[in-house]
């Protein structure tokens, strides 16, 4: 018997998101679009453990700082965290970063990296032979790049080792492997090429050089409209854009502060399966789809009841610690011009710090006019000893590295400490094998759907792109089965 206003259970969907940083509340905002688009009639309750929303992206706005746990800004050329700001209604306050060029931190010295190498693959000859932090058997291993074949054979294989065999150890080892490591958090010569940067693994297919490969991709985005910067982030903070995205959802209620510590996958006669979730002050609700965007190992703790296979594949993912040190110094106390966006280093030559970021360069307004704000990196893949310090230990640590490189006089004025013990999801080689592995268990569970920085990106504008994708499986989803109900309601 049909409900009173003629819908179907499947056009009544209903949704659970475990997980409420960014690419939860994504999914939450393309449910909606869809279902407005689709005349379905969506109820979606999100679930996030924390009090607050976001999951590292969190803004603390404190005395004339702005600081963030997390990004401090999203890359323009993954357009999808742009696309979701301006959606939301936040286009006028979008900012750019106001810096530019970065430097490479080798034995003490500060050394200017050139334009041409600021990407995973060198773009210009020039800029090989202008590095001052190059020798010259590094240069001229590096200029042979264009020369060096194709790899025969189609075995996975590492980022660093796929640089290292183009480009040479020595460019690969003093800046390409930390370029990378400070995006991901880990060691390149375990990181997946094909699932972090599968474009060069093309472009040397395609080409037979990444040289050739980042020209032809310059050739084809000329005429194009190119971004002021290559960052950009909100006024007052990135936490603009969780909140936004919240205040905006209106068939979605949110709970926060309350974890989710069961799913029961329910089968009733002539039904689709209903997902029964249980939460830590022993409420439940049940819902006909259930969107894990939390992290694998924690997704794998709430399928095990009913998908061990998955739950085992899941619980594989390998992961890392991250953390960082704000400083705040008067500006008379830090002799260097700080022109620029920040630094890098080698791994491990500069002990707990991996880089830092001049945020008051980078973003000025996220502090006072008379002050200098530093964010020191910490830890590497593989070595979390940082976070057995206290914070006063760290940022003591944290000011004695910087002291000699930038000038720096005393102690700051304050300090600030975020940890991640499970940070960075590690990427590892056999990464889409892993991927491979979880749709093939997936493939009982059509109305199960994994998303997150565990899987197909890591950044925010990944996130939400994932978010975005997986709503749009969803809707899809629905479809298909009130078509499959109406073909059986025709055949009755």
Known sequence: MLPENGLTRRDRLSAAIIGGGITGLATAWYLEEAAREGGIDLSVVLVEREDSLGGKIRTLEEDGFVVEAGPDGFLTRKPWAFHLAEEVGLSEDIVYTRASGASLLLDGELHSIPRGLMGPA??????????????????????????????????RESLGGFLSRRMGAELTDTLLEPLTAGIYGGNSYDMSLDTLFPTLGQWEKRYGSLSRGMREAKKAARGRPQPP??????????????????????????????????VERIHAPFEPPLYRVALDDGRAFESDVLILANPAWDAAKLVASFAPGLARRLGGMNSSAAGSVYLAFRRGSVSHPLDGTGFIAPRSKTGLVTGCTWMSSKWPERSPDNFVLLRAFLGESGDDSFMAHSDSGLAEAATETLSPILGIRGAPERFWVQRWPRGMPQYRVDHAEWLEALEGELAAFPDLFLCGSSYRGIGVPDCVRQGRDTAQLIHEYASQSAELRAARTVRA
Request: without cysteine; positive net charge; hydrophobic residues 45%.
């Open 122 to 155: 060198p773009s210009s000859l020039r800029d090989i032979w202008s590095a001052s932090f190059l020798s010259f058997g590094g240069k001229f291993r590096a200029s042979l790049e264009p020369l060096v074949k194709k790899k025969a054979n189609d075995e």
């Open 229 to 262: 910067s290559a960052f950009f982030s909100l006024r007052n903070g990135a936490s603009r854009l969780v909140w936004a995205v919240a205040e905006r959802l209106r068939r979605t209620r949110i709970i926060r502060g309350r974890a989710a510590t069961a």
